[in-house]
C-alpha cells in the first residue's frame, strides 16, 4: 500500500468510535480470531462483524478468512503512516514558544498594571547587515519601510509616514480578516536619530497607551541601530498590546535584518 492510499481523516474518523478503538487496542497485543474479539469485548458477534468490516474498509486492520475461521489483524503500515503523519503535526514551532512566552506576559503586564505601574521603557539593539545610510533610508524611505514593518503572520495595510518634524503617522497592519491600527507624529528626524510617538488605538481612535520610540542609527559599513521605547500612560484594558510589544519589535527587527540582505 503506497503512502497516497491512505486515507488519514477516514482512518482517524473510524478508529474514534469507542468500540473500533478498543479493537485497535486488543489487536495491538496480537491476531484475534473474530469470536474471540466478541469475547473480549462483551458484544454480539454480529456487532463485531460490523466493525470489523469498517476497520478493514478504512485500511486499519485485515481479516484472514481461514477456511471457517476468520482472523483480524492490525494492518500496522497503515498505522504507521498514520503516527508519521500526525508526528509531522506535532513538530516543535517557533511560535508555540512565541505565543507561551506572549500568554505569560499578558500575565506579567496585567499584574503591573493592577499594582499601578504603568511606565516602562524597552530598549532594543542591533547591528544590521548593511551601512548606516541604507538603514537610514530603510527607516525614512515610506516605501521601503512599508516592506519590513510587520511582525510574523502579519501584513502591511496602511502605511502613512513623512520623515518630517510635525508629520502625523497612521499604520494599519493585517492578520487575516482582523485590523490592527496604530497612530502617532514624528518629533524628530535627521543626523541618524528619529523620534516619534506611534501606539496603537481602540475602534474609538483613542490610544491604548502612549508610546515615544527613540531610533539611533550609528556606524559605518555595518550599522548599529539602538530603539529605546518609553511607554507610559497604559489603560487598564492595555496589557496585551503592552506584552506585545518586546516580541513584536524583535520581529520587526528581524524583517528589516532580512530586509537588508535581499534588497538593493
Known sequence: MSSKEVDVQQVLNTVGEPTRFRIIELLSSRPHAVGEVATALGALQPQITKHLQALEAAGVIRVHRLGRRRVARLD???LARVAAYLGGLARADEDDAALDDYQRAIAREETRLAEGDSTRVLRFERD??????SVWEA???PARAAQWW???HFSVRVF???PRAGASIRIVLAEG???YES???VERVGAGRLVFSLAPVDPAGEPLFEARHDLVVTGEDRAHVRLDIEISAVREDAAPAVAGLRPGWEQ???ALDAFLRTTP
Request: glycine share 4%; no cysteine.
Open 76 to 78: 500496522r503500515e497503515t
Open 128 to 133: 544590521l547587515p548593511a551601512d548606516a545610510r
Open 139 to 141: 527607516w525614512t524611505n
Open 150 to 152: 510587520a511582525p510574523r
Open 160 to 162: 502613512d509616514f513623512e
Open 177 to 179: 480578516d482582523a485590523e
Open 183 to 185: 497612530r502617532g507624529h
Open 252 to 254: 520587526l527587527l528581524d
